[in-house]
């Protein structure tokens, strides 16, 4: 069983749709990252998190330490949040363990 | 300001010749860490360095692969004696601190080995 789990690993959406994406892990951590990455392009950081939640525009992230388990939300979807997101564990101050990613199409 | 800048982006090799990918950090940020990531699978840390310094490189493979962090000029991951499983997309991100804090990622080097 990998140490950080994603779910669902393939999303499809119209455009406007609510979207969740999970992000469970097995270990102790410090912070967690939500990152987004394009087909062929680089890695954007999202967010940072070690407890509660965040917010930056249309996209929320929310972590429960104790139940081991974060979320990404993003409200009013549209086409241009088509993209892998990927769910980063940090331990040992600054050792990253990602998730495999959850491949997202947003269709107008 | 630049923010974390990799070159190439896309480098071909055949099998046996060696990879040198590029990473310059964003200013001011003296921490660098190398991820890999195969196809069809997830990021892999592979090594952090501090100026001069390979604080763990218990990611990367022991053999063919190095990585330093010179006092001046970019952060340089070598692979030597590239094979077909070297394929993959090599990221590089930096922090002013340790990752307790933000990290700011490139736009990857692609290596295909033919």
């Known amino acids: 069983k990998n140490e950080v789990e994603q779910s669902p690993q393939n999303l499809t959406a119209q455009e406007g749709e609510f979207i969740t994406i999970n992000c469970s892990y097995s270990?102790?951590?410090?912070?967690l990252h939500w990152l987004q990455q394009h087909p062929g392009g680089g890695i954007v950081s999202l967010f940072m998190l070690s407890s509660g939640k965040k917010k930056h525009g249309r996209l929320i992230a929310t972590i429960n330490i104790q139940e081991k388990h974060s979320s990404l939300h993003i409200t009013a979807s549209h086409p241009r949040d088509s993209a892998v997101y990927i769910c980063?564990?940090?331990?040992?101050?600054?050792?990253?363990?990602f998730g495999k990613g959850t491949k997202l199409s947003v269709i107008p | 300001n630049a923010g974390v800048m990799q070159n190439p982006r896309h480098l071909v090799r055949r099998r046996g010749q060696e990879a040198r990918l590029r990473c310059s950090p964003m200013k001011g940020h003296s921490h660098v860490y190398w991820y890999r990531q195969l196809p069809e699978e997830g990021l892999k840390f592979m090594v952090y360095l501090q100026k001069e310094n390979i604080i763990d490189e218990s990611g990367m493979p022991k053999e063919r692969f190095s990585a330093e962090f010179p006092k001046e000029g970019p952060s340089i991951l070598r692979i030597q004696q590239v094979v077909r499983g070297d394929s993959a997309a090599y990221f590089c991100?930096?922090?002013?601190?340790?990752?307790?804090?933000?990290?700011?990622f490139g736009e990857g080097s692609r290596l295909t080995v033919l």
């Open positions: 270990v102790g951590i410090s912070a």
């Open positions: 980063a564990v940090v331990r040992r101050g600054y050792q990253l363990t």
């Open positions: 991100a930096s922090s002013p601190l340790d990752s307790s804090g933000e990290l700011f």
